[in-house]
């Protein structure tokens, strides 16, 4: 069920992003993959309408790995959704990258191990259509007009930000061993997350442009000494930059073109195939 409440831009982060708008409409949206991490919350941002989903639940109460991914993407786009920000803590691999580092990637490396990442599994919808076998290309996988809107936001801000890097996502919910945090920057990877696969490549299905932008919360656990990552920290570090991203985010969304003049890779995520289910349209 979709309320007769549109956006055309989507922001998946914590609740601390949208519970001070002024006027924010609850949205339940169901999907074929069931429900989403929770309601969409609707509201106006420049004069953009943007849907805010908390991507663990408003009560945070999802773990990375049991997060619906397919739901959390297809409610987005059934509500009207071409463009989505997804703002997410990480850790970072190197000693230069510490906590309030702002790091906007441009790759990302898939280490999780449990989760459904894709549309295309041949699995009928309740509809009663049956998805075809689409491989969809991810070679860059970031929405290249997106990342600039975020980049020139944060340079706005004076919040000079690091422009490309490797986001390995790990299955999480543990934090890396000291082994698996020195094998990451080896490979010459930048920053550790729990939650940029598969929201990346299920956003390129759906022909939707996506932009990650990483905030650093701590060193992961090769990069620093003492006892490693805590949880405690990563939530102060992140409240602690929560104001500044929000404004980085609202700036960004600001910048962000309008849907009909959108132009780059994402639009023709499936490269014409037909997907042999329909993409879900906003009811209006
Ligand atoms: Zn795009």
């Given at each position: 069920m979709v309320n007769k409440v549109n956006a055309d831009i989507g922001v998946i982060g914590g609740s601390g992003f949208y519970s001070f708008l002024d006027d924010v409409t609850e949205v339940r949206v169901d999907t074929p993959y069931g429900p989403p991490s929770d309601s969409l919350f609707v509201g106006e941002v420049a004069g953009r309408r943007v849907a805010f989903l908390p991507r663990h639940g408003r009560d945070h109460h999802l773990p990375p790995h049991r997060i619906n991914y397919r739901a959390n993407l297809w409610a987005l786009r059934s509500v009207g959704v071409r463009q989505v920000l997804g703002p997410c803590a990480v850790g970072g691999?190197?000693?230069?990258?510490?906590?309030g580092t702002l790091l906007v990637p441009d790759q990302f490396v898939d280490r999780t191990?449990?989760?459904?990442?894709?549309?295309?599994?041949?699995t009928p919808l309740p509809d009663g259509t049956v998805p075809k076998v689409v491989h969809v290309s991810?070679?860059?996988?970031?929405c290249p007009t997106g990342r600039a809107a975020a980049l020139r936001a944060a340079r706005g801000r004076d919040w000079e930000p690091v422009d490309g890097g490797t986001l390995v996502v790990v299955e999480g919910p543990r934090f890396g061993t000291r082994a698996e945090s020195l094998w990451h920057r080896a490979q010459g990877w930048s920053v550790v997350g729990m939650t940029g696969h598969p929201e990346a490549a299920l956003a390129r299905e759906l022909e939707l442009c996506y932009t990650s932008l990483t905030l650093v919360t701590d060193l992961d656990a090769g990069a620093e000494t003492g006892e490693g990552v805590s949880h405690d920290e990563v939530l102060r570090v992140f409240a602690a930059n929560v104001d500044r991203l929000r404004g980085v985010l609202f700036d960004a969304v600001a910048a962000l073109p309008a849907d009909a003049e959108r132009d780059c890779l994402c639009t023709r995520g499936l490269g014409?195939?037909?997907?042999g289910i329909v993409l879900p349209q906003p009811l209006g």
């Open positions: 691999l190197r000693p230069e990258y510490g906590p191990a449990a989760r459904a990442a894709t549309y295309f599994d041949g991810l070679a860059d996988p970031y014409g195939m037909d997907p």
